[in-house]
């Protein structure tokens, strides 16, 4: 199987801040890897796919970047409803493991 | 609009049997793999296992095989996660998602997407 490894696990920020979370496999996945967001009490949503293609409707704050073994999700200025867990994953090949998680609180 | 549509809140005694299910609107059930994701509390996403209804092929986690069975059914529209004797290890929730892809320039990128509401499974003597 593939490993994730998010970091980091937690970190806390202000509004306007900018932040990156990265991400790092166990091997080169060729850029099959996605982010989703998960707010308390919900299902996960997608936020990126392959790397850093943008699904409709999630803000362009967020993008991606990365190559190979690993990868990065910024969010360019935080906005107060980004305060959530971050989740990356490997999509390529089964089976597609998670990161850990990483969670962002508000400073 | 694309949808999955999980069963309610379970509630079982360990060494029962269970199945929840996952029921698809909005596309074309058969042509889309779906997979089985677990959260336990205050924890992250552990992935399952994953089937394509068009066939029935099905693949599990290493952590899952033979602990759950996964299953569908395309006259229904609807994916099953089953256990055929709970453990109290096995409370979580547990969501369905749809493997959504895209190809272009001879790439097919994969992700998850839409994700069931979860359904809640407490395993409690």
């Known amino acids: 199987d593939i490993q994730m490894t998010q970091s980091p696990s937690s970190m806390s920020a202000s509004v306007g801040d900018r932040v990156t979370i990265t991400c790092r496999a166990s091997?080169?996945?060729?850029?099959?890897l996605n982010w989703y967001q998960q707010k308390p009490g919900k299902a996960p949503e997608v936020l990126m796919y392959?790397?850093?293609n943008l699904p409709g409707g999630v803000p362009s704050r967020f993008s991606g970047s990365g190559s190979g073994t690993d990868y990065t999700l910024t969010i360019s200025s935080l906005h107060p409803e980004d305060f959530a867990t971050y989740y990356c994953q490997q999509s390529y090949s089964t089976p597609y493991t998670f990161g850990q998680g990483t969670k962002l609180e508000i400073k | 609009e694309v949808q999955l549509e999980q069963s309610g809140t379970e509630v079982k005694k360990p060494g029962e049997s269970l199945k929840i299910s996952c029921k698809a609107s909005?596309?074309?059930?058969?042509?889309?793999?779906i997979g089985w994701v677990r959260q336990m509390s205050g924890k992250g996403l552990e992935w399952m296992g994953i089937?394509?209804?068009?066939?029935?092929?099905?693949t599990y986690s290493p952590s899952f095989q033979d602990q759950v069975t996964i299953s569908a059914d395309k006259s229904l529209s609807t994916a099953y996660l089953q256990w055929s004797s709970l453990k109290a290890s096995d409370s979580a929730m547990y969501y369905c998602?749809?493997?959504?892809?895209?190809?272009?320039?001879?790439?097919?990128?994969?992700?998850?997407?839409?994700w069931g509401q979860g359904t809640l499974v407490t395993v409690s003597s």
């Open positions: 998602v749809r493997r959504t892809f895209t190809a272009a320039a001879g790439i097919e990128y994969n992700w998850l997407d839409p």
């Open positions: 089937i394509y209804p068009g066939d029935s092929e099905t």
């Open positions: 909005g596309y074309n059930f058969a042509n889309y793999w």
């Open positions: 392959g790397a850093f």
């Open positions: 091997q080169r996945l060729g850029n099959y």
